[in-house]
């Protein structure tokens, strides 16, 4: 492809700038890191001014319609700058690009670069390429996924940090298209994995979050040839030094194990008797059977695993999860989700949704309202189906109105906050520990962090007080945050 005049002969400033903006999920920013990482590693200087910058990249999100929308919407400013500063590169990085391939011409057509999730490391190279022959550049390519899993990352936290355990996906859920955009799962060594963190609790970071679209299906191999599974990683990392929060993102609901269970709260010493009353559901006994453990024993070596997960269910109908082709029932999401519940007291949940579905009824989505009332998730993302390219759902009948779909998100959102707000109450008086993330940037007298199954919480700012664990008694909530009026006791 070559519709561009040869950028050999225009001046960039010494060293070479890029702006780089991130659409959509934490793998995304953590891609950015990436890629910020590498461009430095040759030379380039990333700046927060588009007007200074010689390359602009878009790191881009092909999740929903929306996402699209605001890059296409920012491409038709960039089509003005260009007119103006010819010199100037832009392009379209990541699933975006991997999903439109030529079709961004036709939106855009003095587009320079156009690559996608498969060959970020080849990204300087194909830039080189650009400004020593010039011309345009379609990069589709699904490299080898080690070559951008050894990148190092430039953070743009120094407590906590996104560690990638795999890339793509092999589930294909019938609305999806991140199989399409990023490839088939691929899982990172776990010595890489052990190394990353370790030089990250070495730098002074206290809490990790792994990456994956659906982290239990890790299966990596060791340098011995071994399997290890994904309870086994976090057995590994759980012995590194200064790391003391180990979160992880997503799960899927079908491959959530028995042994993903115990990892988060090790019941090993008492798996045979918490089953019987799982079966019986009694708490008494539960709780009873909790005394004279310590929580260093109780949970063995894995006390920095977080007691919070995240894990889909997208709906509450069955009719609807089958259309979905999610692989589980709502029934076996309910099992799970109690299956947590009770072997990790004080758990927090959290979920993701789709309203609008094609062919949901009002009642599939009374299901969908019916458990959020049984499951009593802490938070939960929800969205308006959007129809993608190249995945199974497009090719259904869409013939939900728009008012319809946007009173059902409405309405599941409201009924969350309610939720959320009852759960929050439950922690009034009592105390948590919470890693204090800095000074709130508009209220200068209060400090942040967040407790250990994620929820925000707000309290008397402290000098000294940032990277560290303390204990705050909560005095008041909302159904966001959690608030202490008074200072730490030492
Ligand atoms: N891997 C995760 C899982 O299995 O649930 C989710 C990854 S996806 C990038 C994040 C969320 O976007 C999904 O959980 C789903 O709720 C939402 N999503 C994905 N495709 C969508 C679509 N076509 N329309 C609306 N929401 C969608
Ligand atoms: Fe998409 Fe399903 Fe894979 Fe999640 S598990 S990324 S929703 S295909």
Sequence with gaps: MNRHPNPSSVVFSHPRNFYLRTFGCQMNQHDSEKITGLLESRGWKRTGDENE???????????????????????ARYRREKEKRPGLLVG????????????????????????????????????ETLIDSGGQRLVDRFEDPADFFEVPATRVNSLHGWVTVMRGCDN????CVVPY???????????????????????????????????????????????VDFPGLLRRLNTVEGIERIRFVTSHPKDISPALISSIADLDKVCESIHFPAQSGSDKILKKMRRGYTRGEYLEDLDKVCESIHFPAQSGSDKILKKMRRGYTRGEYLERAQQLQIAIPGITLASDFIVG???????????????????RFDRIFAFVYSPRPKTEAA??????????????????????RSISLEKNQELLGKEVEVLVEGK???????????????????????????????????????????????????
């Design 357 to 375: 579905f094609p062919g949901e009824t009002d009642d599939n989505f009374a299901r969908t309202l019916d458990l959020l009332r049984e499951v």
């Design 172 to 175: 294909f859920c019938s609305y």
């Design 92 to 127: 379209v990085i990541g699933c975006m690009a991997q999903i439109w391939k030529e079709g961004l011409w036709e939106k855009f057509p003095e587009l320079d670069l156009v690559l996608g999730p498969g060959s970020f490391a080849s990204l300087p190279d194909e830039l």
């Design 440 to 490: 709130n940037r508009k209220y200068q007298d209060r400090g942040e962090g967040r407790t250990r199954t994620g929820k925000m919480v707000f309290f008397p700012w402290e000098e000294g007080m940032r990277g560290q664990l303390i204990n705050i008694r909560i005095e008041r909530v909302t159904d966001l945050s959690l608030y202490s009026y008074f200072p730490v006791e030492k």
């Design 181 to 227: 955009a990023r490839g088939r799962e691929v899982s990172r060594p776990p010595e890489e994995i052990v190394e990353e963190v370790r030089s990250l609790g070495k730098n002074g970071y206290k809490e990790i979050t792994l990456l994956g679209q659906n982290v239990n299906s890790y299966r990596g191999k060791d340098r011995a040839d071994l399997p």
């Design 53 to 75: 910058a010689d390359l602009i990249l878009l790191n881009t999100c092909s999740v929903r319609r929306h996402a699209e929308e605001r890059v296409l919407g920012r491409l």
């Design 395 to 416: 090719k259904l009948q869409d013939g939900i109105p728009p008012e319809i779909k946007s009173a059902r998100l409405q309405q599941l959102l409201s009924l969350q």
